[in-house]
Each structure stands twice: as structure tokens, then as C-alpha cells.
């Protein structure tokens, strides 16, 4: 079934509280290879899920507490679901493929929690990497909105010294304060 963008909210938001969640791979927080393209309409062209930097070998992890209800190949490559609890009816089904399970079907499992590792089955990825979906009934929606805000922005970026002996703020062009990148160019004025 196709939802529009207000369906989908209107799905989401049948949540009565916040999932604990966590990032099906990491930490740290995996690099998004392509994001979610909801399709215009019911059959049409899009991304229906998140696809995940993840080499084969790469542990999986339960986005939120739920229940595994299907753990096999489906069109040659293993999918794991996890029906999570607490979600609405009907309740949110989160998928993972390629993966290898670790646990059986009928396993309850926390948010956090190992419970597949992805394989070097054929992949529509060039690189490795987890499909990561999320579904209520029929409808596609999209996975990323099943983590709260802080888990999706990324931590402050440091700032390292640019010196070659790693000490202080780097070397400065005489008498400017102009900081000198590796090669002796100019760079940002100091303040």
C-alpha cells in the first residue's frame, strides 16, 4: 500500500512514547549509503529503506525491543524482521538484509541487542552494506524516524593540531596569525 507523506506521519505518530532505539550497526554511527526514496506512488521507482555501510562479517543490532518474527532467504539473501512491541496497531516490523541470524525466530530481543551479521550475498550496494527497512502493514516508511533526534545528528567535530610535531595551534606565518595549512598555505586568520 502507498502512503503519502501525511499517512506516514500520521502512522509514525501512533506511537505513544519515544522507542528506545539504537543504530542497527556501530557504533560508531554507520555512514548512510542511500537514504530513504519513497516512491510516488504504489509501484513506482523509489528506496524503500536505508541502505548502511557494513561489510560482510558486520554484527546487526536490534533498532528497538521486539520480537524476531522471520529469519530466512528471501530471493537468495537472508532477511531478518523484528516486529517491535509497543508500536501501534498494527505494530512497526523493522527488516535487515543481507544478514546471517543469530537467533531464532521467536527470540524477544532489547534494543542494542547482536542479532544477525550481514553477509556477501549479492547486494544492490557496489560496497557492503545493511538494508535497513521499516514497515506497518503494507505501508514502507521510513527507518531513520524510528531513532530519536540526538541518535541522528552527528557528534561536534574536533579540531587537531596542524603542526607537524602535534603541539599547539599549528605554525602561523610571521607576524600575520594566519595559520599555515600542511604545505605552508594561508589559511583562516586566527582570532
Known amino acids: 500500500m502507498y502512503l503519502d507523506a501525511v499517512t506516514t506521519l500520521t502512522a509514525l505518530t501512533a506511537l505513544t512514547a519515544p522507542l528506545p532505539a539504537a543504530w542497527p550497526v556501530g557504533p560508531p554511527r554507520p555512514a548512510i549509503v542511500r537514504g530513504w526514496e519513497p516512491?510516488?506512488?504504489?509501484?513506482?521507482?523509489?528506496?524503500?529503506?536505508?541502505?548502511?555501510?557494513?561489510?560482510?562479517?558486520?554484527?546487526?543490532?536490534a533498532v528497538a525491543a521486539g520480537r524476531i518474527s522471520f529469519a530466512g532467504p528471501v530471493a537468495g539473501r537472508g532477511v531478518m524482521?523484528?516486529?517491535?512491541?509497543?508500536t501501534g496497531a498494527p505494530p512497526l516490523r523493522t527488516t535487515y538484509e543481507p544478514v546471517r541470524a543469530l537467533l531464532p525466530v521467536g527470540t524477544e530481543v532489547s534494543a542494542?541487542?547482536?542479532?544477525?551479521?550481514?553477509t556477501g550475498a549479492p547486494s544492490h550496494c557496489a560496497r557492503g552494506c545493511l538494508h535497513w527497512g521499516l514497515r506497518r502493514a503494507d505501508a514502507y516508511l521510513n527507518p531513520l524516524s524510528v531513532l530519536p533526534?540526538?541518535?541522528?545528528?552527528?557528534p561536534p567535530s574536533r579540531l587537531l593540531p596542524m603542526s607537524a610535531d602535534g603541539g599547539g595551534r599549528g605554525a602561523t606565518a610571521a607576524g600575520t596569525g594566519t595559520l599555515l595549512g600542511a604545505a605552508g598555505h594561508r589559511g583562516t586568520p586566527l582570532c
Open 39 to 61: 516512491p510516488a506512488s504504489a509501484y513506482g521507482p523509489g528506496h524503500r529503506g536505508v541502505d548502511l555501510a557494513a561489510p560482510p562479517g558486520t554484527r546487526v543490532r
Open 112 to 118: 542494542g541487542q547482536v542479532v544477525a551479521e550481514v
Open 149 to 154: 533526534p540526538p541518535l541522528l545528528r552527528r
Open 81 to 86: 524482521t523484528i516486529t517491535l512491541g509497543a
